[in-house]
């Protein structure tokens, strides 16, 4: 069992950034990947980055490239999103994953964390 828990979220106004934090606990493993998502109520899950457990490759949501930033330390089994410039319709609650592979597919990870919220205020 791996528990994911989030945490670094809160309310920002357009243009300020935040920075999130995925811990991992139980059995955890430096080769699989992990990935951030977001989601608006009513809405579908949304893809937002991934990497891979080497913290070499990564993948964006093409919409939020050169905004977002992952990355990962593995020896603390920690995944990070650097967000800046802020947008109102970034306001999500964001969640991080695990897989073995950095897909922008949801069904590609096994764990989930609970989420982060994330506000904007325009």
């Known amino acids: 069992q791996v528990l994911l828990v989030e945490s670094g979220g809160g309310l920002v106004q357009a243009g300020g950034s935040l920075r999130l934090s995925c811990t991992a606990s139980?059995?955890?493993?430096?080769?699989?990947?992990m990935g951030w998502f977001r989601q608006i109520p009513g809405k579908e899950r949304e893809f937002v980055a991934a990497?891979?457990?080497?913290?070499?490759?990564?993948y964006y949501a093409y919409s939020l490239k050169g905004r977002f930033t992952i990355s990962i330390d593995s020896l603390k089994n920690t995944v990070y999103l650097q967000m800046n410039s802020l947008e109102p319709e970034d306001t999500a609650l964001y969640s991080c994953?695990?897989?073995?592979?950095?897909?922008?597919?949801?069904?590609?990870?096994?764990?989930w964390g609970q989420g982060t919220q994330v506000t904007v205020s325009s």
């Open positions: 139980g059995r955890t493993d430096s080769n699989y990947a």
């Open positions: 994953a695990r897989g073995n592979r950095p897909l922008s597919d949801a069904r590609a990870y096994d764990y």
């Open positions: 990497i891979d457990g080497r913290g070499i490759i990564t």
